[in-house]
């Protein structure tokens, strides 16, 4: 009885060894294990980017900018950015209006506090000159702002350009803002902190799109 216990243990290994053969490899044309498809991949059927890309070349119609729907884009600044794009990859419309944002509260708050360093900075040379003036004349006059930039409502590109090496990006701002203005003594002579006013303002910024330098300044301020 044992003796035929021990058989049968050794008939049944033996079929397992078998099958595992046969179940653990491909067929032989193929002959790759299958641990080794698990780690690496066939290119072909690994995921995309999601990340949009602009042709650099089109033929026939224009295609529409593959944007996402946040971003905030006339349609006549739409060559203009294709023309940007073409020219530095790496320029994203998304990472450029946050960046716009961001700008353009910094230079106000420069501004109110009569920063002109941190304008200098963040201004070409003649916006920083007009922003210097202003600056300059509100201290004769024994002024100061006392301002906050409650929020920004919108920032939409209107208007883009190249002309190698300088790219500019037109943008039109709609925030709320909230100032007063006082005179040598303390008196209020306009404005209040507890009403917030909108205010619409058309900026251009400009970079040289050949400089290691990644920053875009303000070249141009107007209101909307």
């Known amino acids: 009885?044992?003796?035929?216990?021990?058989?049968?243990?050794m008939i049944a290994a033996?079929?397992?060894?078998?099958?595992?053969?046969?179940?653990?490899?491909?067929?032989?044309?193929?002959?790759?294990?299958?641990?080794?498809r698990v780690e690496q991949p066939d290119p072909a059927s690994a995921p995309r980017s999601l990340q949009p890309r602009l042709p650099e070349k089109t033929t026939g119609a224009p295609r529409a900018l593959p944007l996402p729907q946040d971003h905030q884009l006339d349609s006549r600044a739409e060559a203009g950015i294709r023309a940007i794009v073409g020219a530095d990859r790496?320029?994203?419309v998304g990472?450029?209006?946050a960046g716009a944002r961001g700008a353009y509260g910094m230079v106000l708050e420069a501004f109110w506090r009569g920063d002109k360093e941190e304008l200098s900075q963040l201004c070409d040379s003649d916006v920083y000159a007009g922003f210097a003036a202003a600056i300059d004349a509100r201290a004769e006059a024994g002024e100061a702002i006392t301002a906050k930039l409650i929020r920004i409502e919108e920032a939409r590109i209107v208007d883009a350009?190249?002309?190698?090496?300088?790219?500019?990006?037109?943008?039109?701002?709609?925030?709320?803002v909230a100032s007063v203005t006082r005179d040598a003594s303390g008196a209020v002579v306009a404005g209040s902190l507890d009403d917030?006013?909108?205010?619409?303002?058309?900026?251009?910024?400009?970079?040289?799109?050949t400089s290691r330098d990644p920053d875009w300044v303000v070249d141009e301020t107007d209101e909307g």
Not at 1 to 9: D, G, T
């Open 1 to 9: 009885m044992i003796v035929e216990i021990v058989i049968l243990a």
């Open 196 to 209: 917030a006013i909108e205010t619409r303002d058309i900026w251009t910024f400009s970079r040289d799109l």
């Open 161 to 176: 350009s190249y002309a190698a090496p300088r790219a500019r990006i037109t943008v039109s701002f709609v925030a709320d």
């Open 90 to 92: 790496r320029f994203d």
């Open 14 to 36: 033996f079929l397992g060894l078998r099958l595992y053969a046969v179940l653990g490899r491909r067929p032989e044309q193929n002959d790759e294990p299958l641990r080794r």
């Open 95 to 97: 990472q450029f209006l």
